[in-house]
């Protein structure tokens, strides 16, 4: 079955840092997003990404964080300037149309921000 | 705006009994979908079951069911049989179809299935 990969598993930085997350969405999707949960709270939308562009943000997503589809398979969520509320798991996601309620999420990155 | 609500904090069920997971919804849109995902504490999202707003039939999956209330805007999960291995955090989301149809999801319930 196919599957959304997101690497690394667990990442640790330092404050101030900037951090890459990556994921690998199924193949013939066309939508992506980015998910965020701090520990022992519920999973926060972040962004959605449809045809090379952001197509909708919450207000978490602010100046310190970019998406990117370098090269029509990974999809990157980048943070600039990490801070400690940052620590959190990231989940990737990826769905194939409109309608369709196929919604598949990557295992997570571990971020841990110090 | 969507609001999910799951006012259980904490379930406890024995072994190879059902339970059931309440979930609550908001939404001024007709055309909704929603899940239920199953988070070990290994950390993964694992989707359980999808029940759409003009599904008719209530969702089924193996030993998931979706008791589907649409006038009271519920969609609680049901497990029947519970496994040990059902101890988890289990988490209610809803999507609307329209827009780029991000997931709105609520605090969770954890589940914890003893011997």
């Known amino acids: 079955e196919p599957e959304v990969t997101q690497t690394p598993s667990h990442q640790v930085t330092q404050m101030g840092q900037e951090v890459i997350l990556r994921c690998v969405p199924i193949?013939?999707?066309?939508?992506f997003y980015w998910y965020r949960q701090i520990l022992g709270q519920k999973v926060e939308f972040l962004v959605s990404?449809?045809?090379?562009?952001?197509?909708?943000k919450s207000e978490i997503f602010d100046d310190q964080f970019s998406v990117e589809r370098p090269d029509g398979s990974n999809f990157t969520l980048k943070i600039r300037s990490t801070k400690l509320e940052d620590s959190a798991m990231y989940f990737c996601?990826?769905?194939?149309?409109?309608?369709?309620?196929?919604?598949?999420f990557g295992s997570g990155t571990r971020l841990t921000v110090v | 705006a969507q609001k999910i609500t799951q006012t259980q904090p904490g379930m406890f069920v024995q072994e190879k009994e059902a339970v059931t997971l309440d979930c609550t919804y908001d939404t001024s849109d007709q055309s909704y979908g929603l899940f239920w995902y199953k988070q070990p504490s290994s950390g993964e999202m694992i989707f359980l079951i999808y029940q759409g707003s003009y599904d008719e039939q209530n969702a089924t999956e193996g030993r998931y069911s979706l008791n589907f209330q649409k006038a009271r805007k519920s969609a609680n999960l049901v497990i029947s049989a519970s496994q040990l291995g059902d101890s988890a955090m289990y988490f209610c989301?809803?999507?609307?179809?329209?827009?780029?149809?991000?997931?709105?999801f609520g605090t969770g319930t954890r589940l914890l299935v003893s011997p």
């Open positions: 990404f449809y045809n090379n562009e952001i197509s909708e």
């Open positions: 989301a809803m999507r609307e179809n329209t827009g780029f149809q991000k997931l709105v």
């Open positions: 996601a990826s769905s194939l149309s409109q309608g369709a309620f196929g919604y598949t």
């Open positions: 193949s013939n999707h066309l939508y």
